[in-house]
């Protein structure tokens, strides 16, 4: 097939420049007077509907499916072999990875340009009749690729102006085996998105449109195929946007001062070499050169292979963590850990852990850490050099004066939630206590975290002890990713390290997530084939 005009319904016409124009038309089934009165119907009433040429369904929110949506084959073939000419650039960050080709809103070619004829007047007319929603002419359409391991995680699709969500399909012979589908969340009494309840398989010619809103909630699932395409065409409708529920904010997570313990727990713990005073100066000063280092071998190694035995074995009682537009991974019940394992965060909420972090980087975490005057007489001219730094770590405030200047100030960031007026805690900034909070975490394929629109900046020290990352691949995911705000270039990423202990300090303008770990993890039960995923101490520190 030629794949230029469609041997049906339309003949092409002379266009511009006496080119052919493509034409085609969608689903005649849909159009049908009666039939197109029983959408309506269902749409205002809110009720499901059911027909060999559209599905529409209210669970959990307002979608529709319709099957066989454009009428010519001829035209559909052409389409694909038009959209696959096209340039496409890799989309990747925390919520995504995909290819998307350039907007299609000013593609020139023949098919495409039909395309946009049939969805942004003639379709989104009958679209208008059907919902009586006043849908505006803007065009917002692109193609996207998915290949194996991208994935598009949960989101709800609202930006001002989006009404009417569609995503066209052009794929091979697709099962759910395959991944690549179009998930559907409920959501809970605060409106945040709980678990799938529906998942949508891909289909050739089928569009699947639905109602942007507040609780749309969903997600791409992971491409599982190393052979075949995802190819869709997807965009919005826009119109008047819907009033939106006050933003829900978590609960914050409770911080705790140090537990009161010497520094014998470090001597029991800690490989001797980080405890030798000299050795704590060179890594103060890398420290505050990049405001961030990786400790390797961190533990002693019996402290380390017991840590990690006890992990292996099983007795951890873990709980998922979401919701899952924000996280999805697993905490430990800390109450319910095996003793070394309960010994094993006693460590980082130890007086001696805040003390000993305050020598590796020149912060402030405990009453004995020195102050600025002293380190300022101690490194005279090592603050200068500081200065200078040209290499870009996730906080750009590296000399240490300046990171306390600036953390001192924030001490209210963490209240900013729950606290209109956080001047008022001006006064208590200055005998305000070193704090910190932890969790022991599992993270398998399929596991996460993103940025999310109120997620909290200030500044702050990450710690992460890294188990059971033997033959750990970038490529899986399921490292932590240093972004500035507003910005998708990394800053820095920290990779999954056996016993290996990663510092990094952060000021208000750095977010962080842990990339989605993809299916390609799984290659690590080739080597150990009891293990799914690896384990991490997370903890963060506050002055």
């Known amino acids: 097939m030629s794949g230029k005009r469609p041997a049906e319904p339309v003949p092409g016409r002379a266009g511009k420049k006496g080119k052919k124009e493509v ?18 119907e269902a749409w205002s009433r809110r009720t499901p509907f059911r027909h060999e040429a559209i599905v529409m369904d209210m669970d959990p929110f307002l979608h529709c499916v319709i099957p066989n949506f454009i009428e010519s084959e001829n035209f559909l073939e052409g389409l694909q072999k038009e959209l696959l000419n096209l340039d496409f ?32 007047e003639h379709f989104r007319a009958w679209l208008s009749d059907i919902s009586k929603i006043d849908l505006e002419s803007t065009i917002d359409v692109s193609c996207a690729k998915y290949e194996f391991s991208d994935a598009l995680l949960c989101h709800d699709d609202e930006l001002e102006g989006r009404r009417i969500a569609f995503i066209l399909y052009l794929v091979p012979p697709w099962d759910r085996s395959l991944g690549g589908t179009l998930d559907l969340y409920n959501v809970d009494e605060h409106f945040q998105p ?101 400790l390797k071998e961190f533990l002693k190694p019996e402290k380390f292979a017991e840590v990690c035995e006890a992990l292996e074995k099983g007795d951890v009682e873990w709980s998922s963590r979401g919701p899952p537009n924000k996280r999805f991974y697993e905490k430990a019940e800390e109450s319910k850990l095996p003793d070394i394992l309960k010994d094993c965060m006693a460590l980082f909420r130890s007086e001696a852990m805040f003390l000993l972090l305050s020598n590796f980087t020149g912060l402030k975490l405990h009453f004995l850490a020195p102050s600025e005057g002293e380190l300022e007489d101690k490194k005279e001219g090592e603050a200068a050099s ?39 805690n001006d006064a208590k900034k200055e005998s305000s206590v070193p704090t910190c909070q932890g969790e022991l975490r599992h993270w398998k394929t399929g596991h996460y975290t993103l940025i999310h629109d109120n997620s909290k900046t200030e500044f702050a020290l990450d710690l992460l002890l890294y188990c059971g990352c033997e033959g750990w691949e970038p ?63 997370s903890f963060v520190y506050y002055e």
């Open 386 to 424: 500081a200065a200078d730094d040209t290499e870009e770590g996730p906080s750009r405030s590296s000399e240490p004066e300046s990171r306390r200047a600036a953390i001192s100030s924030s001490s209210q960031q963490s209240n900013e939630q729950t606290d209109p007026e956080p001047e008022e």
């Open 194 to 294: 709980k678990q799938i309840v529906k998942s949508l398989i891909p289909s050739w010619n089928t569009l699947v449109f639905f109602e942007v809103s507040p609780v749309s909630f969903h997600q791409v699932s992971e491409v599982l195929s190393e052979e075949k395409s995802r190819l869709s065409i997807s965009g919005w409708f826009h119109g008047p946007s819907l009033t939106r529920p006050p933003t829900y904010f978590e609960p914050l997570i409770p911080r705790s001062p140090h537990i009161p313990q010497d520094h014998e727990i470090l001597y029991d713990w800690i490989n001797p070499t980080y405890l030798d005073m000299e050795y704590q100066v060179q890594i103060q000063e890398e420290f505050e050169e990049s405001s961030e280092i990786l």
């Open 89 to 120: 650039h890799e989309k990747y960050n925390d919520l995504y990875k995909f290819q998307q080709s350039d907007d299609l809103k000013k593609r020139r070619e023949p098919h495409i340009c039909a395309l946009r004829k049939i969805l942004f």
């Open 475 to 537: 490529e899986y995911g399921g490292f932590t990713s240093y972004i500035a705000k507003g910005e998708d270039e990394e800053l820095l990423t920290v990779n999954p390290e056996n016993n290996s202990l990663a510092l990094v300090y952060r000021d208000r303008e750095t977010l962080k997530f842990v990339k989605h770990i993809n299916h390609r993890s799984l290659e690590q039960k080739k080597t150990f084939p009891n293990r799914t995923g690896f384990w991490d101490f």
């Open 23 to 40: 034409m085609a038309k969608f689903s005649d089934a849909v159009m049908e007077e009666t039939l197109k009165k029983q959408v309506a």
